[in-house]
């Protein structure tokens, strides 16, 4: 408990006891971003602009064309089993998965 002379709420004593981690040069609160929008959408065009909701990092505002970018990098792909290239259903077919634990063969049964 915070000291019974201290003028501070409980909640911001205790605040002050965990360094909050670094935030990144170009962060802003979440009401800051709703206030100013327009001016942090122009900054995310040079750098992107990291939103922070209770002193937290929640999102990052980021040029589009990063944006797509960093889509185009992203090659995972999702295949139903009947779906698997052949080549794929082969090799794991054929993958030694070394002894079977007892317990999870169990859980199957």
């Given at each position: 408990m915070p000291p019974s002379d201290c003028k501070t709420s409980e909640i911001s004593y205790y605040r002050h006891m965990v360094a909050p981690a670094p935030l990144p040069d170009?962060?802003?609160?979440?009401?800051?971003?709703?206030?100013?929008?327009?001016?942090?959408?122009?900054?995310?065009?040079?750098?992107p602009v990291f939103?922070?909701?209770?002193?937290?990092?929640?999102r990052v505002l980021i040029d589009i064309e990063e944006y797509e970018r960093l889509k185009a990098r992203d090659t995972r792909q999702v295949y139903q089993?009947?779906?698997?290239?052949?080549?794929?259903?082969?090799?794991?077919?054929e993958a030694d998965y070394g002894p079977a634990d007892p317990a999870l063969e169990a859980l199957t049964r």
């Open positions: 170009t962060s802003v609160s979440a009401t800051e971003f709703q206030t100013r929008a327009g001016l942090y959408i122009e900054q995310s065009g040079k750098a939103i922070t909701k209770h002193r937290r990092l929640a089993t009947q779906d698997l290239p052949d080549v794929w259903a082969d090799a794991l077919a």
